[in-house]
């Protein structure tokens, strides 16, 4: 089982035809859009889980008839429909809310024994305000750290529970991140031993290149961070000057110290909190 990609208007009535008393549930989403793409991998679970549902995914650019007759305002939306009639919707990225749904409508025939999502799907965090973690846009292959150990490199604070970052020769750190398309930025989540976790931090965007050290410490930056060793045991947020991080594609931070004032500096998660740009048409 997996989700059928509608290609045309036709096609969604069929589908909505053929369903009879199955439910159905459509996901409505853009190529472009940054949140569609964060949900679209834990959508596509949902149907080894619930076999006798229905699972649609409709791209408003090519049904653009379909997408102004049920009168969507924003993407991603996820809509419900048994017998061609919508009975609910959702919007946003919350997984476990359209799980909920889907128990609520679908028959008994249809689910035969309640499951817990997997963990992959329900890790899939929504912020409000369309705000979502830009962790998933993050090149990876043009990002890179400074002084980060060999055992415990950045690429490991990146996701929750797989390792964590240290630093390697004194606690130094500048971590350059290059996103695969613009983004804003709203805020940072890291969390972080209290005594290990970093003190005072410089932001720069979208430089040329990779900064040194001697440059990092000279140069201003766009905004400096000073960090609560309680905030980071507990990963709160961290907000920005927003309007100074509305077009992104690099971000660098340049870790001056850490809480202790000792020689190793360890994040255990960082993420990036905003939205993605439009790319232009």
Same mark, same amino acid.
């Given at each position: 089982?997996?989700?059928?990609?509608?290609i045309?208007?036709?096609?969604?009535?069929?589908?909505l035809?053929?369903?009879g008393?199955?439910?159905?549930?459509?996901?409505f989403s853009?190529?472009?859009c940054?949140?569609?793409?964060?949900i679209?991998?834990h959508f596509a679970?949902?149907?080894?889980?619930?076999?006798?549902?229905?699972f649609l995914?409709v791209?408003?650019d090519e049904?653009?008839?379909?997408?102004?007759s049920?009168?969507?305002?924003?993407i991603?939306?996820?809509?419900?429909?048994?017998n061609?009639?919508?009975?609910?919707?959702?919007?946003?990225?919350?997984?476990?809310a359209?799980a909920?749904?889907? &128990?609520?409508?679908?028959?008994?025939?249809?689910?035969d024994e *309640?499951?817990e =999502?997997p963990?992959?799907?329900r $890790?899939? @965090?929504?912020?409000?305000?369309?705000?979502v973690?830009?962790n998933?846009?993050?090149?990876?292959?043009?990002?890179?750290?400074l002084?980060?150990s060999?055992?415990?490199?950045f690429?490991?604070?990146?996701?929750?529970?797989?390792?964590?970052?240290?630093s390697?020769?004194?606690?130094?750190?500048?971590?350059?991140?290059?996103?695969?398309?613009?983004?804003?930025?709203?805020?940072?989540?890291l969390?972080?031993?209290a005594?290990?976790?970093?003190?005072?931090?410089?932001?720069?965007?979208?430089?040329?290149?990779v &900064?040194?050290?001697?440059?990092?410490e000279?140069?201003?930056? *766009?905004q400096? =961070?000073?960090?609560?060793?309680n $905030?980071? @045991?507990k990963?709160?947020?961290?907000?920005?000057?927003?309007?100074?991080?509305?077009?992104?594609?690099n971000?660098?931070?340049?870790?001056?110290?850490n809480?202790?004032?000792?020689?190793i500096?360890?994040i255990?998660?960082m993420?990036?909190?905003?939205?993605p740009l439009?790319?232009?048409t």
């Amino acid at each position: 089982m997996s989700v059928r990609e509608i290609i045309d208007d036709n096609q969604f009535q069929w589908e909505l035809a053929s369903a009879g008393r199955h439910l159905v549930v459509v996901e409505f989403s853009a190529s472009w859009c940054g949140p569609c793409q964060l949900i679209a991998p834990h959508f596509a679970l949902l149907p080894e889980i619930y076999p006798n549902v229905i699972f649609l995914k409709v791209d408003v650019d090519e049904c653009e008839d379909t997408a102004l007759s049920q009168g969507l305002t924003a993407i991603p939306t996820f809509m419900f429909f048994r017998n061609k009639r919508k009975i609910d919707k959702i919007q946003g990225i919350d997984i476990n809310a359209i799980a909920e749904k889907i &128990l609520e409508y679908a028959d008994t025939s249809e689910v035969d024994e *309640v499951e817990e =999502l997997p963990k992959a799907a329900r $890790d899939v @965090e929504d912020y409000g305000e369309g705000l979502v973690n830009l962790n998933s846009f993050i090149s990876q292959e043009e990002s890179k750290c400074l002084n980060e150990s060999e055992s415990h490199p950045f690429s490991q604070c990146l996701i929750s529970e797989t390792g964590y970052l240290q630093s390697d020769f004194d606690e130094h750190l500048i971590i350059s991140v290059t996103f695969k398309q613009s983004v804003k930025i709203h805020s940072l989540k890291l969390k972080a031993p209290a005594q290990m976790g970093p003190k005072e931090i410089k932001l720069f965007v979208n430089q040329p290149r990779v &900064l040194d050290f001697v440059r990092a410490e000279r140069m201003d930056s *766009v905004q400096d =961070l000073f960090l609560n060793p309680n $905030d980071l @045991e507990k990963g709160t947020l961290v907000n920005l000057t927003y309007v100074k991080f509305q077009d992104v594609r690099n971000i660098q931070l340049f870790i001056k110290n850490n809480q202790s004032g000792g020689e190793i500096t360890q994040i255990d998660y960082m993420a990036f909190i905003g939205s993605p740009l439009m790319p232009l048409t």
